[in-house]
Every structure is written in C-alpha cells, then in structure tokens.
C-alpha cells in the first residue's frame, strides 16, 4: 500500500494513503480541483547523490530498487526503511532505467554508457553486463525504461541500435543472448513497459481446443512521441499510434487487469489506452501465472508474504476453533459498530469542532512569542494535527493547556509559572518577565478581560465597518497589470540572508537593492519598537494590576473545572477543595519557596474557619471552627462531620490548620504538629501523631492518611491496620536541583502516594522498593512517537481510567496520531512503541492499578502479537502461567496487582491465537491451562 | 519535495479600517523537522508603478518547526501611509505574504487589497489629499494567489548552486518583465474571470 516517488532533489519518497482524512484541496487552487486521495509521505529514503531517475518495486514488495545520476543503483529493505540493503555499483554513466525480474533473481539496469547490466539478488553481484547493442548509440535520451517480461523469459531493454535504426533489444533470460529485437521507431526508444498480465489465445466457439502457447504484451515509447504495442505471439505490432504527444514519451504504467495503458511524455499530458479483451486476448490468472513461474524457475524466491502465511497448516484443532470464532466476533462487531456509527459520529464532531474553535479563538493569545537575541520576533507554532478530520492533539511540543477532560486537573500546573511574577510583586522589566503572548502594543487596547477581548475587538470595528455588500466588490477591483509579477516574482531582497557572490551581471545591481531594502529595514524596525515604548509605560500599571486579576479569576475558574471529577476510588487532590483565598495564598508560597536549596514546601496559614467537602456522594463535609471560646477562657477548636445528614463533632485544644476525609477516615493536622485521626463515626482511632514538622498538605484515601510536611518529608500510614506505609520519605531527590513545584498529589487507594510535578514529571513511591519510580513525563517522546492504533480493540478503548490515566492526563488520542504526526521509520516506531507500552504496564503495576495493568498489558500482548514478537511474549505467557508442576522452591506469585495471572494468561490467549505464527505458543499455554484445570 | 507547504492562510478580522493592523492565520504542514526557523514576511505594495514604494510591514521567525501540522497568527501593523504615494492610496493594490527557508523564498501568497471610503459620500467626492483615517481596506481573501518556488531545503552543501540555478529569476529587475517560471505569466485580468491557478502544480 505504499507509492515511491524519485525526484531531481536526489531524495525517493514513500507514501501511504491516508485513508482518514476527505478530498481536500490545495490552498490558492480553485475549490472544485480537490485531490480525491490524499498520500502522506512516510519515509524519505536519502542515497543517492544526484537526480533519482527511476524506482521500481520488487515482485512481492520486499524490495524497493531506485537509480540515479550517481550512476548507482540502490536497494532499499522495504520492510525497514530507511534500511539500504546494497548499493550496485558499476555503471560509468548515470543509470536511467530499472526492472526486477518477476521472479525476484535479477534485476537490471540500463544506464547511459551504453551498457545494461544485469544483478542478482542472491548476492547483489554483477551477472552480466551487456553493451553490444548499444554500441552504436549516439546521443541521449532522457529516460532509458527497460522491462521483464512477466513470464520473465525476455528482458526488453530501452534505446538500441541495429544497422543504424533504433530498436529495443531483446535479451533471452536463457544465456542473455541478444538475438531479436523490436524495430520501427525513427527516433530513440525511452521507456518500454510489458503488460503484467500473461495472455493465451481467446478460444472461439468451436474451434479446437488446441493449446495455443501464452504470449505476453508490451508498449514501447519513443523519442518520436509514438507509441506502438506488441505481442510476443505476433510478428508486426498489434498498434502504432503516432504523433501521440508534442515531444518524447517519457514513462508507460499499465493498468493491473491489463486493458489500460497510461503514457506521459515531456510536453506535460497524459494519454489513457482502453484495451478489450478482443485484442490482448484472455488474462492468466494469477495462479496461473505462478504457476508458469513455478514450472519454470522452481520455486520463487519470493519471500513469505502475509498473504502466504494465511496458507500454513493449522497444526491444532484449538487454534482452528480460535480462528473461526475470532472471525464471527469480528463479524458481529462490524455489525454492531454499524449500528453505533450514526450517533456516535455525530457526537465527536460536535466534541472536536468545539475544540478546534477553542483553538483557533485563543490562538494569537496562547501562541508563545519571543525575541531572538538580535532582537526579531519568533513565534513558536501552534502543533495541530489533522484539522480536516477535527481531530487535533493536545499540542505536543508547546504545552499550551487545552481544555479536555483529564487534562482538567493539570491546568493548575500550567497557570503557577504566569503567576510567579506578577504576584510576587517583585519589580520585574515588564519585557523580559514575561514572553509577552502577544504583541505588546496590543495590551494598551485591551482594557476588558482577556476572555472577552476578542470580542470586543470584534465588536469595536464592526460599528466602523458598513455592511460588507459594499465592501467586497470585486467588480470595482482592477487589478493592474503590475501586480501579476509581483504575485509571482521571487523577492529580490532578503535582507538577513547571507550576501550572494554575484557571477551574473545583475548581480551586482541585485546586491544593491538588497543594501537599500537593508537601510529601510532597521528604521521600521525602530519606529514600531518606538511605537510599543510609548504604549507601553501608559499603561503599565493598569494592564499589569488587571492582568493579575484575570490570572486570578482564569486559575480559580480552571480549577473550579478540575474539581467535577468524582472518582469514589482516589481523589485527585489539586490544592482546591479549600477557600480561595487559601488556595492563591498557597500557590504562592509554593511557587516562591521552592527554589530555595533547603526544601521549603508551603504551610496553611491558620484561619478563623473553614469548611472542605469531602466528597458529594455521599456527601460529606468537614467544618472547622478555630478558636470557639468554651467555659473558664480557654480556646477549644471544633471539628464538625456531616455525612449524608448525619453529623458528628468533636473538640481539639489546639487550632485546626488542615483537614481531609475519606469515607473511612477523617484526619486533621493542628499546630504543634498535631496530627489526629477519627473514624467516620468521629471516635478517635489514634492518639496525636507528632510530625517531624509542621504540616503542608494532608491527604486521605481509604484508610489511608498521607502527610506532606514543610520540610518536603512525606509519611503514609494505614491507620485501620496501624502501619506504616511511607516513612518520613524526603521529597529531595525528586525535587532537588531545579526550581520545580509539586503541582498535584494523589493518593493512590492502595496508599502509594504520587507526586504531579511542574516540570511534567510524576513520581510514585514505591514502598516495597523504597524508591521514587517515575511514572509519567509530559516530555516523554516516547508518548510521541508510539502508535499502537491496531492493538487497540476499538475506538474509545483508551478511555481507562485510573491513577495511572489521573497522573497522565493525556488525551485519549495519543498513541494513535503518532503516524499521522511523523514520518518515523517502521523499525523506530516499533522500538518507541515498544518502550511506551511497557513503561506503561509498568507504571500501572507499580500503582497497584490492576484495572490499568489489565488495560495495558492487554494493549501490549495485542501489539506485540500484532509485529510479531516472540521473545518477549513468550515470557510473559512463562511468567503469567508459572510453574505448572507445584514445587516448593518456586518464588512465583499466583497473582499480580490482585489479579489472577492465569486468568489473566486465558484472557491473552485469544489475542495470541489471532496470529498464526505464534500457534505453537498458543497450543502450548492452552494445554498446561488445562493441566492445570484439570488438577 | 517542499517540506513545507501552505495548508491555508485565514484572513482574520477582514474588512477593517486602514490603519488597523493586518491578521493572518496560518496554517502549514511539515513533512520533516527544520533545522532552522521559517522567515515569515508581511509586505505592503504600495504603489504598483514601482517597487520602491513596497514596505515590508513585519517578518517573525517561525520555530522550532517539527514535523507535523502547525498554525500561527501572524500580524503586523498597518503600512506607514506617509510612505505611500498619495495618488495610489485609494484603490487596488497587493499585500504579500512571503516565507522563506535558509534565505530562499518558497511560497509567496498575494491578495488583492482595496482601500475605498465607506462614506459614500467621500467615495463620490474624495478629498484631494487622502484621509487614511477614513479608508476602509477589504483585503480579497477568497482569492489568494500562491507561487510556489523550488527551493534547496538541505543544509548548505549546494545551497550556492541552487541559488545560482535561480539567478534568472532573481536578476530580472523590473516589475514588468516577464515572470520566471512559465505559465505564471498571467495577464491583467479581471478577479472575476481569473484562470485556476496555474502555480500548485510547480
């Protein structure tokens, strides 16, 4: 499925149709020229040194053959591109021609110093060269196109002389003897092409059956712009069109079926032949025509292809019954997915064309705009994906927050690093502080909110602006003569670039326009700079005050959006179940501190009162009451309980910094490093835990209660059981170094704490390891790259949610674009894919995330059944299925993440039985499960 | 191959008074990373008698540009009108949208401007010295020209040559001679009947 292209910038591309995207048309064409298909280049296959003159694809697609006028030829794996496989060096001229033999041996060559050359594919080494023919040629053609025969008897090469006349040469595979030749062309011969198709006789009605031998077809084009059409069974041409073209025919391509015959020539057009089966007579099938191959050459080298594969003896009942009942599946979901297709379409396009407004809206806001050191603009483009589908990634290479559902919760990260500055209220250049997001001299006009600026611009002009009848008249627009050249001449001077070495005459008059367009330049230059200054100081402290406002107001309203996540299992704690005033309060001090070398996490002021929800369903609230003044002066602090209606209350002796509930637990951190737990019933469980010092963030899952203190020290316990999960574990090694900021924190229902940081990282601990492990980089361009779209079982299968998918945050579309994104090679997109899925399942296994594990080890057997790894599916399938004979020494854990791993073995099962090649692995597993069973 | 090519150019905020800066959102498609930034440039025709009077409104880098589909707005201000020849300021004239890789220019997108009153009184009796506060500028941007140049997108090894291939192009100093490559040469023709553009194919 893939089409090759050679061009005169040395380099040979590979495309793929891209089936997803609509026709579309080329910007600035008329509209009603829309390219029907569109083909996405996939590899871009660099070699050669000069001009790609021609490329041909091997039988069976193993191969791909190109030469050039380096005077090589080079043979591309085309399994593995970019991977070249030989270079055939041995032309002395630029080499304009190539063929594969149909059966994959030879492949040959045809080159400009008057010899053709034959290779074998065994060994990639010269089997002969061949110049008699060609010894009499004179002058060039552009092309030399020689072709094999499908039969592969006779190799028919381009440009020839006999006795002065041109000709194209016959070469008999048998001895490479040159003894016939097809003649009549008055000039040079260019391209010769042979049908693929083998023809036999059409049989009249009544005549006798007599065998008649099969002959094959072949159009030959001239530099005398005719074409003329041969059958090997006839001695004369079957047709000769001349004067076809205005100049030379340059390439030939026959139809697949046979009948059709496409020919291009220099003058720029294309011409289309329509055969009947009258005049070519009856097409061979393609099983006759192996076997023809087969008679002859033995068995083909053709390498086992998938659709040969699809022929192996099924060696096990099982796997037959897997086959037929994957292909009913498969059948059955066609059909339901049919009946899904019509809401379910319209429901994304709604989703995705929101999005892309979103985008396009915010655009010249968000777009990050800088100054280069000699002080020009550089705008870093938005990255997008495919516009035409409405299918859009989160942007990869900037992160520019953009409103999708998981990426709810990350917001908060992103907004910190903007407030730093302005609230610090440090005395910051207002140029430098801040790449400014958009042009400077716009903010003076800007006084409304950022939100609705937009639309007040829009509706600023549009009482300036008459209704556009009269404005678009372009009736009333003349276009002069001048401007046509100025649409299409190049720009004479382009100042910044290098200076030219003139050798032409006009050189020079050339150089100096380019110094008076040098000498205008900086005045512009100047005077808009000029222009932003003046602004600028105006209105400095208004916008800044304002800007500061909207910050605020934009940070809370994303956080207000990142709260409706209700996930009864965990609760992603994004610093924002408390008051804002606290919460601004916080960020703050975060943002503030935590460069210092000394880790500094920030600490909840006390306050008067406060209430926190702890969860809407059941609805649960924790209210505190500081300093309630009971009997005798003495100051009490009152925690109150509601849970769906039911309250309870309790009093503490000292004031109430923080608190955070479970539907186990309720805890509350209080000065003098106080830390009490109550059940949910308000019964203390514990007495005060003394933390190693004061409290910055606590949080509860479960029964389990995670204290964050300000020294950066981290402490998990399991109070039901009375253990420790995480002692006194210090932040340092993940936030040391860099001025990075915890941006969420999350508390796994299994107690394992995880870390958001404002770099993009996420880090869990792992108590059984004691370790920090990394689960999750923003960065990571392994995300990137990976494509795994065919492991996945149906569209919204990545929808997985939990701690894994929290921490992550990705849009459901990742993985699936790389593809489209980037022209990676097959081997590298495997390898990245690779890597990504295992870091995957191994992120979930370390959270404990068994419905995650389950996903992504799932996705990951699914891949590599899919490309074909053994190994490493081997291992698995032996770890998953353990020892099936009990011994005593065995260290084999019968579950995982609480999961049965022979169940989860049986559930692969399927999925590795989808591929034929792996049935010994299958037969294998399945048997020892029924051993198993048995037992 | 282009590594670079033009997905579509929005005029945005189209029609708009004279001295409102211009807005285009563009949208590109790279086949393969760029080692260097896209020079993007704006640039006002002012007078079609005689390029002296071109002013080029701003130029931004772009970048870093990995492969992949990219959009940016670019904007610049409004040309300087002092700058304009007064006899040209109502009426047609071309705003160019160019972008170049290494110095060498590859697409150059034309739109027809027109700067008209709005009043239609002034537009019966324009006042002898133009009022650029009252001109209205409606840039044509359903019909966006685009030439398309073959450029070296490889690093410098014969990036000389290259430029020397098209030093034809780039020598021919007036306005009005005939355009480099063929077919471009398209004659003064009413917007309305303009042919398809002849340039995608190049």
Redesign the interface.
Known sequence: MYLASGGDDKLIMVWKRATYIGPSTVFGSSGKLANVEQWRCVSILRSHSGDVMDVAWSPHDAWLASCSVDNTVVIWNAMKFPEILATLRGHSGLVKGLTWDPVGKYIASQADDRSLKVWRTLDWQLETSITKPFDECGGTTHVLRLSWSPDGHYLVSAHAMNNSGPTAQIIEREGWKTNMDFVGHRKAVTVVKFNPKIFKKKQKNGSSAKPSCPYCCCAVGSKDRSLSVWLTCLKRPLVVIHELFDKSIMDISWTLNGLGILVCSMDGSVAFLDFSQDELGDPLSEEEKSRIHQSTYGKSLAIMTETQLSTAVIENPEMLKYQRRQQQQQLDQKGSAARETGSATSVTGVVNGESLEDIRKNLLKKQVETRTADGRRRITPLCIAQLDTGDFSTAFFNSIPLSGSLAGTMLTSHSSPQLLPLDSSTPVPFGTSKPSTEPVAATGTRPAGDSVSKDSVNAASAPAAPSPSILTTPSKIEPMKAFDSRFTERSKATPGAPALVGLTPTAMERLKEQSLVKELRPRDVLESSSDSDEKVPVTKPSSLSKRKLELEVETVEKKKKGRPRKDSRLMPMSLSVQSPAALTAEKDAVCLSVPAAALKLPMPGPQRAFTLQVSSDPSMYIEVENEVTAVGGIKLSRLKCSREGKEWETVLTSRILTAAGSCDVVCVACEKRMLSVFSTCGRRLLPPILLPSPISTLHCTGSYVMALTATATLSVWDVHRQIVVVKEESLHSILAGSDMTVSQILLTQHGIPVMNLSDGKAYCFNPSLSAWNLVSDKQDSLAQCADFRSSLPSQDAMLCSGPLAIVQGRASTSGRQAARLFSVPHMVQQETTLAYLESQVAAALTLRSSHEYRHWLLLYVRYLVNEGFEYRLREICKDLLGPVHSSTGSQWESTVVGLRKRDLLKELLPVIGQNLRFQRLFTECQEQLDILRDK | ?AKV?????AVL?N???FH??F?F?I??EC??ALAD?L?W?I?Y?GS??S?EFD??L??????????????????A?AP?PSLIPETDAV????V?I?C?Y????FI???Y?V?N?Y?NPELRENPPPKPDFSQL?R?I?AS?????R?HI??DNNTDR?EA??N??P?????F???C???KG?????????LLP??S??CI
């Open positions: 191959m090519s033009v997905l579509n150019v905020e029609p708009s008074p409102s800066p807005r959102e949208s590109f086949s393969e930034d020079e440039k640039i025709v079609a008698e390029e002013q080029i701003d130029s931004v880098l772009v970048g870093p540009v990995p492969a992949g589909r990219h959009m940016f707005v670019f904007q201000d300087n009426g047609v004239t071309v160019l160019t170049t290494h110095g060498q220019e150059r997108v034309g027809y027109n008209e709005p209205q409606n044509l019909n966006p020209r685009v030439t140049f070296n997108w000389l430029i020397e098209h030093d192009a780039l020598g021919c100093s306005p009005l001679s355009t480099p490559i471009l040469g398209l004659p003064g023709c009413i917007p309305g398809e553009n340039m995608d």
